[in-house]
């Protein structure tokens, strides 16, 4: 079998010198002819550009982030217009892209730094000192904004630093995570330390991809361990993971003179802040009726006639595969609850509230069963 140039000295945890050099050059080259035009990347020195779009990017692709980036910026074009902003509002800009803790602690965060008169911190330990600030996001505005020469180790770096080097460990285990986070320091360049972790994210998303990746492509793959041994599509090692929860939801979509129930989401968790219909999980233990009537007393209702199933959504989060059963009742003693957490809205109105992607489906598939559940209808 033919050797890697490699393979001399890297097993040993050092990458030779001249190796680091080629490295470099190739995948800077490479990068300077085809790196992505990213709105972010035309504000690289504003340290709060970068921090929305790397907060923005966590767990989501770069396709989806680029609309949201624009609309988030064009509102909240800097950090003290952040800090003003009531957290309704800026949930509006956020509705749809999900994980939504991110944009509380963004948007925590930023009130913080403004209450104290401070800007963005420039190195990555001030930086993770910020709510939602992990080290590899740190890394990034720091490499980006401040040309600090911190190496920034996403997914897809962590998959082209394995292949490259032949890392033969678990890239989720403490020990792949450091073996990948050496080679990273190693590589890492005093002259752009920023556009040289953007190459590694570019190289990953459009050469060094998952499945099918085009190899011959590859500004790295005379140096690259993977590709001299055939072994690309066996890394990197990855072990499982977690599994998902399968959940089972019943919500009531409860009518009253024309205005449908909502509820606030508390702060933190999952859909953070958002407003949705209410509905609660079903466990061996209770059955859907009990569960519906249980809604509709918590919301200060009763059922005025036998509730109607609408529609059964399934919504897919990363650990998680929720069903809801969506009922539609009406309801009597309408009133203003003392819990702000509730609201009567029309189909207006609702349009105006952040709501989550599962909620704006529940909605439209119960939209059938509000119609007929009006006078005269049917």
């Known amino acids: 079998m033919s050797r890697s140039p490699l393979a001399s000295g890297h097993r040993e945890g050092l990458i030779p010198p001249a190796v680091r050099r080629a490295i470099r050059r190739k995948l800077l080259r490479w990068y300077d002819r085809n790196k992505r035009d990213l709105p972010w990347r035309r504000r690289a020195a504003d340290p709060y550009a970068q921090w929305v779009a790397e907060i923005m990017l966590q767990q989501t692709r770069v396709e989806t982030v680029i609309g ?4 988030f910026i064009r509102s909240y074009p800097t950090l003290a217009a952040l800090a003003r902003a ?21 948007h925590q965060a930023a009130r913080a730094l403004c209450e104290q008169n401070a800007v963005v911190p420039d190195t990555v330990e001030g930086l993770c000192r910020l709510p939602g600030i992990g080290e590899y996001t740190a890394a990034a505005i720091a490499s980006i904004a401040f040309g600090r020469r911190e190496p920034a180790v996403d997914g897809n770096v962590a998959r082209v630093l394995a292949r490259l080097f032949g890392v033969a460990l678990d890239i989720r285990s403490p020990e792949g995570k450091r073996r990948l986070r050496s080679l990273a320091e190693q590589l890492i360049p005093r002259s752009r ?64 003179g024309g205005r449908m129930l909502l509820r606030r989401r508390p702060t933190g968790g999952l859909w953070s802040g958002l407003w949705e219909f209410p509905n609660a999980e079903v466990t061996d233990s209770c059955q859907e009726a009990d569960l519906l009537q249980e809604l509709a007393l918590d919301c200060g209702m009763s059922l ?14 990363t650990h998680r595969h929720i069903t809801f059963f969506v009922y539609v009742a009406s309801v ?7 819990k702000p957490t509730f609201r009567w809205v029309t189909k207006q109105s609702m349009a105006r509230l952040s709501i989550s992607t599962a909620h704006r489906r529940i909605h439209s598939a119960a939209k059938s069963a509000i119609e007929n559940a009006k006078p005269g209808h049917g």
């Open 304 to 317: 005025r006639d036998e509730p109607t199933q609408a529609a059964l959504v399934e919504h897919r989060l």
């Open 86 to 106: 009531r957290h309704g509002e800026v949930l509006k800009y956020w509705e749809g892209l999900g994980y939504y803790r991110r944009i509380l602690h963004l």
């Open 68 to 71: 949201y980036y624009e609309r």
């Open 193 to 256: 330390p920023g556009d040289f972790n953007q190459a590694w994210m570019d190289l990953g998303s459009s050469i060094c991809t998952p499945k099918a990746p085009a190899c011959h492509e590859c500004p790295l793959n005379t140096n690259c361990e993977a590709f001299v041994a055939r072994t690309v599509d066996h890394l990197p090692l990855r072990s499982s993971l977690k599994k998902v929860k399968q959940v089972r939801a019943v919500v009531g979509v409860f009518l009253n």
């Open 332 to 338: 009597g003693n309408r009133r203003s609850s003392t």
